[in-house]
């Protein structure tokens, strides 16, 4: 029962920080940044508190609440920890007090807006992971749009309003249809059943035939493709990340994105899974294409934020692959390719962002020989850049590894008996590895080595602020790259459970 | 013990990383140094137990890295007759070109960083060589590929530096593709990545549910962009950019050995593999006839020993693929020897010349640097196969099994195997005439400042000559021939190997006289030959263009595809395109409904009347 | 009878509403249509014999009598701006 407790303080605490944020005038900046962070920490520390007590061998919801809401439609304020989201809440509450603390020096105007955003944006995504009631889920998934569109659009760069709409109205656009698609699930849940219900534990129970679930299928997909982004729907995010402010960008590559591809593993594929699978080439020719597109276009950006843009696109196609491989180490790679790109895309533009402090330009042409002016920055990029590309020891590698190797052991024995196609995706998807090296080696070539140059230098290196951000990333990248089986235990048994339900074959979990 | 091994450069790496710059050159060269020596220490320690328990492996897990599905993935340490070998190798070796970059990285301002990287090489290099499943080998595959991209860009204020860097990353990422493939496949047959049980499942009853020989082509794919050979070979020769003692250790001793340990390592595999032993064979043989005959052309010094060793690694996949596994082995550790004093003996001739690469800018130094000289001299002779040199004998095994194995020898192979040794003999020797006999070539300015090197570098040069003279006395296949048994050789074909052994002898020292013809007396004669045969040299001095070649069909395409058709028709013009004109669509829709709003009462009138009649009209109809 | 007139009322009063171009004028003529609808509910409260149609046409009364109020004097201030009595000239509440 405590610990219910504690996740619902975990998740309305962005909310009494909000309320905090209240008392503090407007022009003490410090006090306003400076309680933003703690608030963040106490945050962290409570999550952290909750991933160890988390039971790895209990499967269901663990830390629950469940409280009658409007009862009239069957609504109820339903939250809970599983398998599926217990990391990503963590990366959130992780991420939290980094980009907090990342933008301590980048905002200077209406900074109490700017973390009262920051604090409604948490409590948006927290909410989104945690919901076990669709209501509640589409809820806190339309609550998250406000406070990005405002962070990109006040706080962002020279094409912000642009950039802004654009996102708004792409997420939105998928928002709408979700919903229409909620609302006839209910709507069926009704009355094939008889009853009402927005929990995702009766949602899972019906049987629906394969046409409607195509139809269902593609709304909800539609809605989190756009998010994940995947190719073709993606043309958002590069805009988005190039005009917002650094934490905007941290927020969005960190989090954000994952809340796509969680939809696709709690929602989209377990509620439809015969559309799944029927769907799954599609699928897949999907996500191998955004890896291959995303990469081959950030070979040839010279906006270093849009480098890191399309590079996301890339590895989320990663998540996507592995989650449609259903296989058990594939999806147990997606998950862990989730947090792990999390971690090295919010790194990678902290980077960007102090860099961008000190030089103020993102063009890559304008800086050289980094290696040399700022080495202790230039080790800590070469690092992430190296996490990035999946290199051994790192938490890229990992989830790379796992997915490939599930999609490689789900799609051979599919050659074997006659259909080539998923293992001809396969294979492509491996020659991700190569194009990933190709373009970020490229972007570490002319940025940290050769002739040495940047703009309003001389730069200073990095302070201690910034280095214990980055070292905390760096650690966690190493933690999961070098140990994944510890976050491994806790998904084992969503990632079975979502496998049985997809494939709708109650096995032990091997795909052989 | 095995895990201390490994960690031990590790810890170096950290230290010399963090502290280096803080605690001075001492430290650094210290830790540096003593580091990799321990681990020697214990290598050699943990190698006796493996002999006093009769070749029985000693297997060490770490920890799991991670369990899925009932199936789990273990860092563990396995050491074995061959892996004993290989240890030996890269912690003897490796520690003796530590201590010669501590004389020639003297007087460099990143000299903690240079051991750091150095240090974290030989870890990775470890944990490929001991691992025992393809995970722990494939991290420290990858591990040993970032290590040279740090380590050949280390004075990356050079563009180019960089850029041979990034070359040589990519390049091997391309047979990291095919690697992963395998390993895949491997996998999903025989549900584990560990290799005794991999190698144990296919020399089994039963044979596994893959094909043999398509598992061998990928890996194979893997090893060629580590042991650069055709067509991924183009890395190496521009890895030349990096410090000497790294082109020594890396390119030269041990990284490029790598994809020769791997199949080694997955005999087991190859052995029922006979389509990817064949084509293993045969493109080890090509690449080592390809780059003998470009190494003839080269004047850069390092550029020549760069060719020399893609040669020499084709020459072992050649014993390879006739599976002749423990003679390819051999020529590993007796190439790492000579390998590695020539590399070095060429970086002692470049600090004595100041920095000079180009030999004809050399000449006459035979007498000015004379322990360089030496040294140079004798692993030439190795590596030319001049008896009893340590390279004889393994180059010999080589060409013996290419003719006569039971598994794929034939005399064509032979043959151009042969053709391939006596060009090594004829570059090698050319290369010493060039560079130490006749008139001084050298910048008067340059050959004011010659002097031999300090000891620390001409120690070791001594050490490796001597045992490129005398390494080769110890039968490494007999040694390993427990483990990697020697493929059989039909009865008719005994009676071919004293004369074929005599052609060898022959042709080493033809070699040798053809280089003193031709390049002796100022390499008169030499010249005139150039001239007639001018488009040939440039083809060969141009290294065949296969790196324009592949610019052209690679390198642009990729770039044209990328930019325009992805970026500009695809993101721009089609994704953007059509959100932008559906947002036009919208908002010229919205434009000409809101003309209906113009302000004008009468029309607005009409509007009323009309939507008035027309409810009317709807009512009474649907009354 | 009554209801004929009383249906041509109305029918005169839109029509001069829609025709005509002088503001008054159409004030006038909505103030026909008005009175058209006033004479149809009398004569329906006459004919059922029910109190109802009377009431409402009081109402109408009423509410026309404030309508006028309101709108003459509109109407003669736009004029002393424009000059013009045209209901053409009066455009500016366009979208």
Redesign the interface.
Known sequence: MADAMLLNLVLFLPVVGILLLLFVPAKSEGTIRWTTFWVMVVQLVLTTVLYVHYDAAVPGLQFETRLPWIPAWGVYYQIGLDGYNILLVLLTAFLGPLVVAGAFSAITKDVKLFYAMVFLIQFAMLGTFVAQDLFVFYLFWETMLIPMFLIIGIWGGERRIYATIKFFLYTAFGSILMLAAVIYLVYSLQTTTGVTSFAFADLNRMQLPLSVQLVLLSAFGLSFAIKVPIVPFHTWLPDAHVEAPTAGSVILAGVLLKMGTYGFMKLGFPLFPDATRYLAPLIMALAVISIIYGACLALVQNDIKKIIAYSSISHLGYVMLGLISLDLIGIQGAIIQMVSHGLTAAGLFLMVGMIYERCHTRELSAYGGLAKLLPVYSVFFMILTLASIGLPTTSGFTGEFLVLLGAFRSAWPLHVAGDTLPLVFAASAVLGVVLGALYMLRFAQTFLFGAAKAPHAPVVDLNLREKLILAAIVAAVFAIGLYPDEPLRKTELAAKEFQQRVTGVPIPGSAR | MLTLIVLLPLAGFFLNGLLGNRLGKPFVTIVGCGLPLLAFGIAIKSFLDLLTGGGAPIVETA?????????SFDIAFWLDRLSGIMVLIVTGVGTLIHIYSTGYMKEDKSYARFFAYLNLFLFFMLLLVLGRSLLVL??GW??VG?AS?LLI?FW????D???AG?KA??TN??G??GF??G???L??AT?TLEMDKINAAFMGPTAP?VSASLVGVLLFIGASGKSAQIPLHVWLPDAMAGPTPVSALIHAATMVTAGVYLVARMSGVYMHAEAASQVVAVIGLATAFFAATIAVTQYDIKKVLAYSTISQLGLMFLALGVGAYSVAIFHVYTHAFFKACLFLGAGSVIHALSGEQDVRKMGGLARKIPVTFVTFIVATAAIAGIPPLAGFFSKDEILWFAFASGRGGSPVLWAVASATSLLTSFYMFRLVWLTFFGKSRMDPKVEHHVHESPKSMTGVLAVLAALSAVGGFLSLPHFLEPMLPLPEVPESLHHLETPLLITSIVFAFAGLALAAFFFGNGAVRAARVREQFDGLHRLLSGKYFIDELYERLLGRP??W???RV??RT??RM???GT?HGLAGLARRTAGAL?????????LY??LV?AGMAACLAWSFRHG | MLLLLAMALFALGLIGVIVRRNLLVMLMCMELMLNGVNLSLVTFAQQTSTAAGAVLVFLIFVVAAAEIAIAIPIVLVLVRQRRTLDADAYTELHG
Do not use: C
């Open positions: 920890f799991t890295w991670a369990r899925i599905g009932g199936q494939f991290v990858e591990g970032l991209y860009g990356f204020e050079e563009p530096n960089a850029r990034k990353f990519v990422r391309v990291d593709a992963l493939l390993m895949f496949l996998y999903w549900g549910l990729l770039v595809l990328s930019e992805f970026l695809g993101d089609l994704f953007d959100l809101s003309r209906v709003q113009n302000g004008n009462l009468h009138a009409y009347i």
